[in-house]
């Protein structure tokens, strides 16, 4: 052990003995540790809805998508679905058809513009006798007025000749299904049969996309990288990330306008580590003089309480860390904080602690009780060379 560590070690022993010098002590590790837990817990807390919220994107949004670069449907729909099934990971492929239109109850009432698209088929069951099936978000059911069950009238934005001259294209449809969509979700408000979405955009034949899902979401970069490769020109693949693109950087951002908000904390509690040591300073100022007498350079004395900042430090930053993480970790589990079912996705609060979260927080507590240590540590080589002074007369 260097004679720096073992003369800071002594002085935090020593230092319990002294009630005022043994109060700031225990407020500057209190403090720094009070500091770390918030930080941990904030960022847990953060870190848990936006894990949450990023599983929701990847299950909710297409993990990848191919539209033509021109023109509104793909020139060769067939053989882009083959390569497109072709490309590794993929495990289903499905070609959008979509539009715009308004939608109405049957039996009168208010419309509201919707936007469609064909749907999965096992949603839409056939039935015979009865008017092909429609899946409505239960926010446009709401606002019209229908429920499961019942008729609804959509029409298209395309029109169609008659004998009074040109009428939109409208079918009767009945409700199948009143999901609940998302902030999160890609899907259009209504969903009908590629038969009924076909009759209403105007395309019989061809697609205007491809969408893809893949086993793994994660590898959606390196698949879309995949396939751009084997597409001839005139395609672009966008990813379920590209597509989230604004909503992930405002995550981003969030998580750090929190870190550094909480982060006060930790600066706050780094002045009573300045207040500790040079109260210590002033304490030791004799023995600073000492130490000189007998040898020991500025820089020594300096690295005394840099020694003592850094135990300081590390005292409080570990305590910090270990309680956050603990009631990060048992919050999340026992479910401590919980959330209204019928208006939240989650059943209770979520906390997910990562690691380099962690250790960023770590660093960035010792570095500002090092920092903190840096201005007592000069004090104490300056004032030690007068008290040398004043001993040797």
Known sequence: MSFESFVARRYLATSGKTAHVALISAISVGGLALGVMALVISLALLSGFQDRIRAQMAERTPHLTVSPERGALLPDEAAIERLVRETPGVVDVVPVVSG???????????????????????????????????????????????????????????????????????????????????ALE????????????????????????????????????????????????????????????????????????LFLTIALVILVAALNVVSNLALLVVE??????????????????????????????????????????ATSVLADRFGWVPLPT??????????????????????????TALAASILPARAASRSAEREALELSR
Do not use: C
């Open 100 to 182: 715009r239109g308004w939608l109405a109850p049957a039996a009168g009432g208010p419309s509201t513009p919707v936007r469609y698209r064909n749907g999965p088929a096992e949603s839409l069951p056939a039935r015979a006798g009865a008017d092909p099936s429609i899946r409505v978000a239960s926010s446009v059911a709401f606002r019209i007025g229908v429920a499961p069950g019942e008729a609804v009238l959509l029409t298209g934005s395309r029109t169609r000749m008659s004998p009074i001259g040109p009428v939109p294209v409208s079918v009767r449809l009945q409700v199948a299904g009143t999901p609940r969509r998302g």
């Open 186 to 257: 890609r899907t259009p408000e209504v969903e009908v049969s590629e038969e009924i979405a076909r009759l209403l955009a105007a395309v019989p034949s061809g697609a205007q996309a491809i969408e893809a899902r893949l086993a793994d979401p994660a590898q959606a970069d390196r698949a879309a990288r995949e396939l751009m490769r084997r597409l001839p020109a005139g395609y672009r693949v966008e990813t379920w990330r590209e597509k989230n693109a604004p909503l992930s950087f405002a995550l981003h951002l969030e998580k750090l306008v």
């Open 284 to 325: 030791k100022k004799r023995d600073l003089g000492v130490f000189a007498t007998m040898g020991a350079g500025p820089r020594a004395l300096a690295r005394i309480y840099f020694s003592l900042g850094g135990r300081i430090g590390a005292a409080g930053t570990a305590a910090g860390l270990l309680l956050g993480v």
């Open 342 to 367: 019928d208006v939240y996705l989650f059943s209770h609060v979520p906390f997910a602690v990562h690691p380099g979260e962690v250790a960023l927080v770590g660093l960035f507590s010792m570095a």
